[in-house]
């Protein structure tokens, strides 16, 4: 179903059904997104927010990610969850933020209110052997650094895939850096590449996991350009797989510490283009993505979110 208007309620509430039907068999439901539990009523529920818990309702933030005013349904849809999401947050017995709560607007502090760190598992064994990761291989063999940028959709302004491609262009034309950019999603002709550049610009389209996840490792470049809401798993798996990153500065990109796991940067052509540069030195690259990947997995070990989770449990069951 499209997102017009009554969309987003309907699969949300379509899916919050079943949900409902076998929620009564528990004593505790743990729902990933707030929409969902605005739509049920369970005296023991967990929320995990994706974001700010809020839907800010910026005039040029909306123009980027919804395309307004030409897509005003769209538009209207992003309302319709920031009032879902104000209800999930009054009925939940307990909030999980994915960000530390220095993050989170101060009005949306409650006492219920816990940061754990997501979990992440980097078990998937990468690699592939079709003729699109051959041409990427032989690819990089000729190039200095590897840039890698992805995203669903390429045409939103602000995932910064545009950005990237003029920061890139700027670094082959002007300093003669030998580099390859891999872009992957879809709606690549969304897209201005310089003819210039164009063969130096692989668009991959969409890949199979495992595919995606040979793309990343050590010496690669990740660019996170990013400014939205949600938490960057991307970012996070890059960082794992030992990639260097170039990431925006958002608070869903709080693990990438300046010059320690990666390069924050400003969304602009000068900053992304400076830093692309500083990390054209191989051993810089190496060395970032050895301290990201440590850090990341530390951060984000199944055990111990495990751990951060059964505290969380045991207090709502004890009430």
Same mark, same amino acid.
């Given at each position: 179903?499209?997102?017009?208007?009554?969309?987003?309620?309907? %699969? =949300? @509430?379509?899916?919050?059904?079943?949900?409902?039907?076998? &929620?009564?068999?528990?004593?505790?439901? +743990?729902?990933?997104? #707030?929409?969902?539990?605005?739509?049920?009523?369970?005296?023991?529920?967990?929320?995990?927010?994706?974001?700010?818990?809020?839907?800010?309702? *910026?005039?040029?933030?909306?123009?980027e990610?919804?395309?307004?005013?030409?897509?005003?349904?769209?538009?209207?849809?992003?309302?319709?969850?920031?009032?879902?999401?104000?209800?999930?947050?009054?009925?939940?017995?307990?909030?999980?933020?994915?960000?530390?709560?220095?993050?989170?607007?101060?009005?949306?502090? $409650?006492? /219920?209110?816990?940061?754990?760190?997501?979990?992440?598992?980097?078990s998937?064994?990468?690699?592939?052997?079709?003729?699109?990761?051959?041409?990427?291989?032989?690819?990089?063999?000729?190039?200095?650094? *590897?840039?890698i940028?992805?995203?669903?959709?390429?045409?939103?302004?602000?995932?910064?895939?545009?950005?990237?491609?003029?920061?890139?262009?700027?670094?082959?034309?002007?300093?003669?850096?030998?580099?390859?950019? =891999?872009? *992957?999603?879809g709606?690549?002709? &969304?897209?201005?590449?310089?003819?210039?550049?164009?063969?130096?610009?692989?668009?991959?389209?969409?890949?199979?996991?495992?595919?995606?996840?040979?793309l990343?490792?050590?010496?690669?470049?990740?660019?996170?350009?990013?400014?939205?809401?949600?938490?960057?798993?991307?970012?996070?798996?890059?960082?794992?797989?030992?990639?260097?990153?170039?990431?925006?500065?958002i608070?869903? +990109?709080?693990?990438? %510490?300046? +010059?320690?796991?990666?390069?924050?940067?400003?969304? /602009?052509?000068? #900053?992304? +283009?400076?830093?692309?540069?500083?990390?054209?030195? /191989?051993?810089?690259?190496?060395?970032?993505?050895?301290?990201? #990947?440590?850090?990341?997995?530390q951060?984000?070990?199944?055990?111990?979110?495990? %751990?951060? @989770?059964?505290?969380?449990? $045991?207090?709502?069951?004890?009430?």
């Amino acid at each position: 179903m499209s997102d017009y208007v009554g969309g987003p309620i309907a %699969k =949300i @509430y379509g899916a919050s059904k079943e949900v409902r039907r076998i &929620a009564k068999d528990f004593d505790l439901v +743990h729902l990933p997104d #707030s929409t969902y539990g605005a739509f049920i009523r369970h005296p023991r529920l967990v929320l995990t927010m994706w974001g700010y818990f809020t839907w800010r309702l *910026v005039p040029k933030w909306y123009a980027e990610r919804f395309g307004f005013p030409i897509n005003i349904p769209g538009t209207a849809a992003g309302i319709e969850f920031m009032a879902l999401n104000t209800v999930a947050m009054r009925t939940a017995k307990v909030v999980v933020s994915l960000l530390p709560l220095k993050y989170i607007p101060r009005q949306h502090l $409650q006492e /219920n209110l816990f940061y754990v760190p997501p979990p992440l598992s980097f078990s998937e064994t990468p690699g592939s052997s079709n003729e699109s990761r051959y041409d990427i291989d032989v690819s990089a063999e000729h190039s200095d650094i *590897v840039f890698i940028f992805g995203s669903r959709d390429l045409s939103i302004k602000g995932k910064g895939a545009q950005l990237a491609v003029d920061a890139f262009t700027r670094l082959l034309l002007r300093d003669r850096i030998r580099a390859i950019l =891999i872009i *992957v999603g879809g709606k690549k002709n &969304a897209l201005s590449v310089p003819n210039a550049v164009r063969d130096s610009v692989i668009f991959t389209g969409f890949l199979k996991r495992h595919d995606y996840l040979g793309l990343l490792g050590p010496g690669r470049c990740f660019l996170a350009l990013s400014h939205g809401e949600e938490l960057d798993y991307a970012c996070l798996e890059a960082m794992v797989s030992g990639c260097a990153v170039i990431a925006s500065d958002i608070p869903a +990109h709080y693990v990438v %510490k300046d +010059h320690e796991t990666g390069r924050v940067v400003s969304r /602009n052509i000068d #900053s992304v +283009h400076s830093a692309m540069l500083d990390l054209a030195d /191989n051993d810089t690259r190496l060395n970032l993505g050895k301290n990201a #990947s440590r850090q990341v997995k530390q951060l984000t070990s199944p055990t111990e979110v495990a %751990k951060s @989770y059964a505290t969380i449990y $045991q207090r709502v069951l004890s009430t």
